[in-house]
Structures are given as structure tokens and as C-alpha cells.
């Protein structure tokens, strides 16, 4: 079955380390996506990517990085510049159509101590 | 910039009791889309219901409804016959057709189910 890997689901980090989650995708979709969800914020968008080798920041990119050398992959790594990057991310991708839905990975959950 | 606010931060409802959750939303675009997004406890993200806003009549899907009033930038879902398996977190979305093609979200409702 079609559909987005993100691995691992729980992650631990030592404050001052970068670490990069991953997300793979086999639904041939072109755009993906990477949210930060945080209680009572609602998810908020780090990156995107319509293409491969272009992408964009969204609204809260500071303190993170990401890369898009191939269609299936969209890793995102989270740096030591990141302030507070304990919270649950969640990888997404569409087709390149209007109207077409977000598919959603089953999430990390990043603890940094 | 297009924005989405959910004003109730927690529902709940009667186990086979009907309830709306709201949902208003901003932008600058004539035509874009929203979608209903349920979050259950295991936090996988599942599309409820999709509508485009070039069309009126109102999108359906089984016991899920969505009242769109474009004038007044309003969205809200009506689910139906509540069942236990309906608790979540529920997020509304919006997606212009034009330009960025970034998805923005509401801050969520909680929707508890009383049996």
C-alpha cells in the first residue's frame, strides 16, 4: 500500500545536538510538507517542497533545515539554533493538483533534554 | 495571508447526539478549498470532508456535513449520529488554488463523546 514513513516515532536528543527525522513517501506525490504540532497551537508549517531540489520556509523555519534530492524523500533537520524543538512533527504530501488533499505520515515525537 | 480560527477549543456530545463545530477563515483568494481533518488519539491525521468554494451546495460525507457560508467566511462540520469512535481532535484547513501552496490550520477542537 501507497502511503508517507516517517521514522523514528519517538526520538530523544541532548540539548545542543542537530538531528535529522525522516520522511518517505511512495504515493508519487511532488509537494510535501513538514508541520510542527504543539499543544493548543494547531499545526504549524516549518518547510515545503513542490519540486524536487527547491523548497520553501513556511511560517516557523528558524532553526531548521530540510533537503529534496529525490521525489520520495523530505528529511528535516532540527538544530541546535532551534529554541524549543520538543514537539510532535508531522510529515505531509500531495499531488500537484488543485484541491487535493494533505496525506500525513504517522509522526515523530522529538524530546530534547 | 489567509488565516483559520476555531474558537471552541473543546466540544462534547451525547453518543448519538448530532453537534457542530466551528470554524471562520480569511483570505484574499476567490477560490480555494477547505477540508475538515480528524486527529484521534493515536495522532495519525485522517481527511473527514473536502469543499471547493466555487461550489455552493454543501459537501457530505456519511454522517459528516459542512455548512459553507462563503459571504461570511464560515465552515463549520455537523456530525451526525456521534458515535465513541468520532472523539478527536478536529482541524479545519484552507488551501488557495493560487500562488503558495501552503495548507494553513486552525488551533483545533477537542471533541469528547459521552456514552
Known amino acids: 500500500d501507497g502511503g508517507i514513513t516517517q521514522s523514528p516515532k519517538y526520538l530523544f536528543r541532548k540539548e545542543g545536538q542537530n538531528v535529522t527525522l525522516s520522511c518517505e513517501q511512495n504515493?508519487?506525490?511532488?509537494?510535501m510538507y513538514w508541520y510542527r504540532q504543539d499543544p493548543g497551537q494547531g499545526l504549524r508549517l516549518i518547510y515545503y517542497?513542490?519540486?524536487?531540489?527547491?523548497?520553501q520556509k513556511g511560517d516557523i523555519a528558524e532553526g531548521y533545515s530540510v533537503s529534496r534530492e529525490k521525489k520520495e524523500s523530505f528529511p528535516l533537520t532540527v538544530t541546535s539554533a532551534q529554541k524549543n524543538p520538543t514537539a510532535f512533527y508531522l510529515c505531509?504530501?500531495?499531488?500537484?493538483?488543485?484541491?487535493?488533499?494533505?496525506?500525513f505520515g504517522n509522526g515523530t515525537r522529538l524530546t530534547v533534554t | 495571508a489567509q488565516t483559520v480560527t476555531q474558537s471552541q477549543p473543546e466540544m462534547s456530545v451525547q453518543e448519538a447526539e448530532t453537534v457542530t463545530l466551528s470554524c471562520t477563515y480569511d483570505?484574499?483568494?476567490?477560490?480555494?478549498?477547505l477540508f475538515w481533518y480528524k486527529q484521534p488519539p493515536s495522532r495519525q491525521m485522517i481527511l473527514v470532508i473536502r469543499?471547493?468554494?466555487?461550489?455552493?451546495q454543501n459537501a457530505t460525507e456519511n454522517r459528516f456535513s459542512v455548512n459553507f457560508q462563503k459571504a461570511a467566511k464560515s465552515f463549520s462540520l455537523k456530525i451526525s449520529d456521534s458515535q465513541l469512535g468520532d472523539a478527536a481532535m478536529y482541524f479545519c484547513?484552507?488551501?488557495?488554488?493560487?500562488?503558495?501552496?501552503?495548507?494553513?490550520f486552525g488551533t483545533g477542537t477537542r471533541l469528547t463523546i459521552i456514552p
Open positions: 484547513a484552507l488551501i488557495s488554488n493560487f500562488g503558495n501552496e501552503k495548507l494553513t
Open positions: 505531509a504530501s500531495r499531488q500537484a493538483v488543485t484541491g487535493s488533499p494533505l496525506h
Open positions: 469543499q471547493e468554494a466555487y461550489k455552493q
Open positions: 517542497s513542490q519540486i524536487v531540489n527547491d523548497f
Open positions: 504515493l508519487n506525490h511532488d509537494a
Open positions: 483570505t484574499s483568494e476567490s477560490d480555494y478549498y
